[in-house]
């Protein structure tokens, strides 16, 4: 029945949608009011330990999306068409919920005309991934005959793109946080090879970002044959084991110099930015723990009646529960930390946080589940609603 089907890009695209859900359920705890703000020392572990985990979780969805699209076999038209109607429509759908939901209707739909709702801030992730398509037919007729050595240069380049937040760190310790439009706030660039006040585009800016993970699906398509799991476990474990050392020792160490031992520790939203610096997706870390995460569900081939009857039908619903996921989940984390409490104060002691973590991210996958397969299987409207 599934013959036609890669079974472990829907194994990883579910995981990839509940790892999302983890993400944004761990960021109250970090992100509190208008700020930042991390209430007790435990708490601070507790971020380090469930963001880090599941931070490859973007990444796995470009290498499932490069995976199946790069490169197109479609003359550009028709691909642009087909994942205009995939994409754009169940996106420009659930922009426009957000902008009435969530504060202030008019200012938000005036917005949506420059950039998507701020907040609403998980849509980023679509403007990507248009940008990644725009480039899908320019890039596959390269990729159609490049050789595996050739790919594999390329791919290392991508790679050594993800030291640079580290070396701007390294140049810069305390960059300033400059505060844009609506109050979003970015960390000032140390500008390296190439960069300068006048020029943004230095010798590597057409390399890194997720152009990487793009190459990453196309390197496993072509040239990366299936090896057993006595070979496969070693290098997924080492590739995912320092990659998540990178990520959740980088954060602590980033939170214990502005805390200095002492919780709680809070700040305006720019100290988060700055306490985030090491789990960028572009960064060395989650690269290499994406690398685990593809290797291990690449083993996976399991198509019996819980794939077919549960899995499968979320892995069809997985973008628009993306999409849709914040209404559900910011909803449950308000009821949760008001029925538990939070912090070691709450209910539970030290496991407060880790069991509100969890709970949300598992009621609002579950709800978010149920609705959107409900919704995708309404004749003729579904496929514009979920994609």
Same mark, same amino acid.
């Given at each position: ?6 079974v ?6 579910v ?14 705890f970090?992100l ?5 703000l991390?209430?007790?020392e435990?708490d601070?572990w507790w ?12 990444p ?16 550009t ?5 087909r ?12 922009s ?26 998980? %849509?980023?992730?679509?403007?990507m #991934?248009?940008? /990644?398509?725009?480039? !899908? @037919?320019m890039l596959?007729? *390269? =990729? &159609?005959r490049i050789?595996?050595?050739? %790919?594999?240069f390329?791919?290392? #380049?991508?790679? /050594?793109?993800?030291? !640079? @937040?580290?070396?701007?760190? *390294? =140049? &810069?310790?305390?960059?300033p ?8 706030p ?11 006040? *006048?020029?943004a ?14 190459l990453l ?7 990366a044959?299936l ?17 998540f ?8 160490v980033?939170?214990?110099a ?8 809070e ?5 988060a ?8 997706n572009?960064?060395?870390g989650?690269?290499?723990m ?5 290797l ?5 081939n399991?198509d019996g009646?819980f ?7 979320i ?39 880790p069991?509100?973590?969890l709970?949300?991210a598992?009621?609002?996958f ?11 299987r ?10």
């Open positions: 029945m599934n013959e036609e089907r890669e472990w890009l829907d194994w990883m695209r995981a990839a949608c509940f790892m999302v859900m983890v993400v944004h359920s761990t960021e109250p970090y509190g009011g208008e700020g930042s991390i209430l007790t435990a601070a971020v380090a330990f469930f963001d880090c985990v599941v931070r490859a979780c973007v796995l969805f470009i290498v499932v999306s490069s995976y199946l699209q790069f490169p197109t076999h479609y003359p038209g028709q691909f642009l068409r994942r205009a109607v995939r994409v754009l429509i169940p996106f420009a759908f659930w426009l919920v957000y902008a009435l939901a969530w504060g202030e209707p008019t200012t938000n739909l005036k917005g949506l005309l420059l950039n998507f709702n701020y907040a609403a801030g998980h %849509l980023w992730f679509v403007y #991934l248009v940008g /990644l398509y725009l480039l !899908i @037919p596959s007729p *390269w =990729a &159609e050789g595996k050595r050739e %790919l594999q390329y791919l290392l #380049l991508c790679f /050594l793109t993800t030291i !640079i @937040p580290f070396v701007r760190a *390294w =140049a &810069e310790p305390n960059p946080v400059i505060y844009g439009p609506l109050g979003i970015n960390p000032a660039r140390y500008p390296l090879w190439g960069e300068a006040s *006048w020029n585009y230095g010798v590597f800016y057409y390399l890194s970002g997720f152009i990487g993970y793009m699906g196309l390197y496993l398509r072509r040239f044959p090896q057993s799991w006595l070979r496969t476990l070693p290098t997924a474990l080492g590739c995912w084991l320092v990659g050392g990178i990520c959740f020792a980088g954060f602590l980033l939170v214990y502005d805390s200095q031992g002492h919780f709680p520790i700040g305006p939203t720019g100290l930015a700055v306490w985030e610096t090491t789990w960028i572009d960064t060395m989650v690269f290499l994406a690398v685990g995460w593809v291990i569900f690449r083993k996976i399991r009646r794939y077919r009857h549960v899995l499968l039908p892995s069809k619903a997985s973008y628009g529960m993306y999409l849709c996921h914040m209404i559900v989940l910011a909803s449950v984390s308000s009821h949760l930390r008001t029925a538990l409490g939070t912090g070691v104060d709450g209910c539970l002691g030290l496991w407060t946080t069991v509100e973590i709970l949300t598992l009621i609002s579950a709800g978010t589940a149920v609705i959107c397969v409900v919704l995708q309404i004749p003729r409207l579904g496929k514009y609603l979920i994609g």
